[in-house]
């Protein structure tokens, strides 16, 4: 599957019949990752088919968000992420490719290079044929920066001499590729950087591909390795001592209309890899590009939607301050949002987008767009959102049916208790998750009231362990009510806990925690059947019970 696939309605149909393997490596690159998705669960509905999905490690977890809206549990199997080679492994390696005349060396290239077998084969290479003195093994960054700049030198040799600078052409390329090699938005600006003719850079591309240093998907074309595209840029954006050299800002400055996606992506993984090897230098890159841009309506929205409950907490001294101008950006950022998306149609559709916006630039956006999207709520959009919530939702959206439910409990009722069983009883694990997350939390929930009954009767059904799991917070708390004390008892009566230890806890927990009390219950008839089960059920929870 290339990265710049073409889709259009009758894509389905180019798919031929029969046993399908479908591939699709730096999966987490592709824009159309949740329509390929989609294509693959109809697909299985008339023949065999598979999809097998690579991803860096900075973009499994969007993935796996994707592959739980459109997948059951038992249709997806996860392969283990690539660990490090074993330290043995590596230091074997290291003797074949230092051969017996350096073998003293391997110990010590083993261990400057153990995260990267690159970096051992080719430091292994330029070390026997003595282009690198064995004792910079003593220094692992010199050493790693030694091997990739001797690495793409040697490419380099290859290409001929002349008005191309080719380590700033590849360090343009690592910073905004993928990308079209005669496109103009990329060509001009290029030219201009590198003080040549437009014809000069598409020409000087054309070689690097042909030279193997560029890669072609389709249209688009990279640079191989990623480790070599990951080295340049990070050379190109900072100096030795991890300051920033403003590479990222020139990037910034003559790529934000074209390529700004492609540009916060790379930095964003780039910044993602310094900060697996220094916790204090990563995050930087990315903030710096972003500080840059104009404080336009949609970096406004883009602010509000993105800007957890607690983010601006560091910024100020005063926590009510910090709550306060929190308020205020989600204020206008959704003032802002609603301006360049009038009706609730529409502003689904660009809650969407900002999701994908985020994703785009390797933000991970978790539950931070909660007071975004609760200030957004009203009658309109709530009447939007909620059917495209329960059919095939964005999984972060899905899950955050949990606002628009809790603000129709506070302002209709009745269409909380018909939309909040209809979420509960949803497909989607995610869905009922966040209607789990609905009523089982938040401050208002001390106080329940009819129509969270039969929804929380719903969720203690559903056949998904976490929604259940999650649903005894909200049955403790119903339960903690004398008048709904029957009910909660009903539901933990019925809960299938299976063999599950920590499902258990939760339901004992669900007892003794807030308090469900056996002398609430009213001496009806069916007082002494409650009695029995609320014995019975203490019993079980009592410590030592099996």
Not at 40 to 62: D, M, T
């Amino acid at each position: 599957m290339m990265e710049d696939a073409d889709w259009h309605i009758e894509a389905a149909k180019e798919i031929p019949v029969g046993d399908l393997l479908i591939v699709a490596d730096d999966a987490h690159r592709f824009d159309f990752l949740d329509r390929l998705l989609l294509l693959v669960r109809n697909l299985g509905q008339r023949q065999s088919v598979k999809l097998v999905l690579g991803a860096r490690p900075s973009g499994s977890g969007s993935i796996d968000a994707s592959l739980s809206i459109r997948f059951d549990v038992s249709q997806i199997k996860r392969f283990p992420q690539l660990q490090r080679v074993g330290n043995q492994s590596v230091r074997d390696l290291a003797l074949e490719v230092l051969g017996a005349d350096h073998a003293q060396h391997a110990v010590a290239l083993a261990a400057v290079s153990a995260d990267t077998p690159l970096v051992t084969v080719v430091g292994g290479r330029l070390i026997a044929r003595g282009e690198i003195p064995p004792a910079m093994l003593a220094n692992e960054d010199d050493f790693r920066h030694q091997v990739f700049d001797r690495f793409s030198a040697e490419y380099e040799k290859l290409l001929p001499a002349g008005p191309v600078n080719w380590r700033q052409l590849l360090n343009l390329i690592a910073a905004v590729g993928p990308l079209t090699p005669t496109a103009k938005q990329f060509v001009e600006p290029a030219a201009e950087i590198l003080h040549i003719r437009p014809d000069e850079i598409a020409s000087a591309i054309d070689l690097l591909e042909k030279h193997g240093l560029l890669l072609r998907g389709g249209r688009l074309v990279r640079i191989v390795p990623d480790l070599l595209s990951d080295f340049l840029l990070e050379g190109a954006c900072l100096t030795r001592a991890g300051e920033s050299t403003g590479f990222s800002d020139l990037v910034f400055e003559k790529f934000q209309s074209t390529h700004l996606s492609n540009v916060l992506r790379n930095l964003g993984e780039l910044d993602w890899c310094i900060t697996q090897r220094n916790q204090d230098q990563g995050a930087r890159l990315l903030d710096e590009v972003l500080a840059r841009i104009p404080q336009s309506d949609d970096l406004v929205i883009f602010d509000a939607f993105s800007t957890g409950e607690w983010d601006l907490d560091g910024h100020h001294e005063d926590l009510a301050e910090a709550d306060r101008y929190r308020r205020e950006l989600i204020s206008r950022g959704v003032a802002a949002f609603r301006a360049k998306f009038p009706d609730g149609r529409r502003q689904v559709e660009g809650l969407v987008q900002l999701v994908k916006d985020a994703e785009q630039a390797g933000i991970d956006p978790g539950s931070k767009p909660y007071g975004f999207i609760e200030e957004l709520c009203s009658e309109e959009f709530v009447r939007a959102f909620l059917p495209y919530a329960m059919n095939d939702a964005h999984p972060l959206l899905a899950q955050l049916i949990m606002v628009p439910l809790r603000w129709l409990r506070q302002t209709d009722p009745v269409r909380y208790g018909s939309a909040g069983i209809e979420a509960a009883t949803n497909k989607n694990y995610l869905v009922a998750y966040g209607t789990a997350n609905a009523v089982s939390y938040g401050p208002n929930l001390n106080a329940p009231i009819a129509e969270d009954v039969p929804i929380l009767q719903a969720l203690s059904r559903h056949p998904a362990v976490a929604v259940r799991y999650l649903t005894f917070t909200g049955i403790r708390r119903l339960g903690a009510h004398r008048q709904h004390e029957r009910e909660a008892i009903e539901m933990l009566l019925m809960s299938d806990i299976s063999d599950d230890s920590k499902m258990a806890d939760e339901m004992c927990g669900a007892l003794d925690y807030a308090g469900i009390n056996k002398e609430h219950l009213s001496e009806d008839s069916n007082a002494a059947n409650e009695k029995r089960g609320l014995s019975w059920l203490r019993s079980w929870c009592a410590p030592g019970a099996d």
